[in-house]
């Protein structure tokens, strides 16, 4: 059953903030505290110049924490990202991404304006090329390092407020797990 749970992963995946764009797991990012990396196609944080995005101020819940959350002041997840940053990118319209880079699921095109269903297929009902495509994927995804994306080993503290950053490669499959 395990290539359907991680398909659902992949097709109805809910933004995970727990990961850290590559591009800000610099001393300089962290330091700062900004989190704006630039847009390939334009040059500009977030894709400002093209419309995509903007660099602000994060702003976050001030609700309490739930019981998740046993250990307060201690937990870095708590108010989320603000230990890490406190600015970000803010994508406008069906942009998505750290930068504004990737469109919103179910979006295409190059101003992500293409809306595209997309359908998940039960894989009992594939081909067997399809199975074997889809597996291959699956297999490729667990030894590919993602581009984007690296996993903290070390609390902030650890990684003394900042200046000393801790983070190591992950899988495009771990990205989506
Ligand atoms: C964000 O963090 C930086 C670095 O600690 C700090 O200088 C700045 O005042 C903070 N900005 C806000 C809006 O809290
Ligand atoms: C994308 O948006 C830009 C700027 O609004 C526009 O000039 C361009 O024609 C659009 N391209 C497509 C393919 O829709
Ligand atoms: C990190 O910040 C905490 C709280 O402000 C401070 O007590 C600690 O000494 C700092 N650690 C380093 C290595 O700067
Ligand atoms: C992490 O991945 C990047 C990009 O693939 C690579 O350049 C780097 O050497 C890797 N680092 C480690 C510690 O494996």
Redesign the pocket.
Known sequence: MWPLISLSFILYFVPCYQQFPRLCATREAL????CCPLWDGDGSACGTNSGRGFCQ??EVSDQPDGPQYPFSGLDDREKWP?VF???TCQCTKNFMGFNCADCKFGYFGVNCSERRESVRRNIFHLSRTERIRLLSYLNLAKHTVSRDYVVATGTYREMENGSNPMFANMSVFDVFV
């Open positions: 330091l700062t505290k900004e101020d994060v603000l940053y406190n600015r």
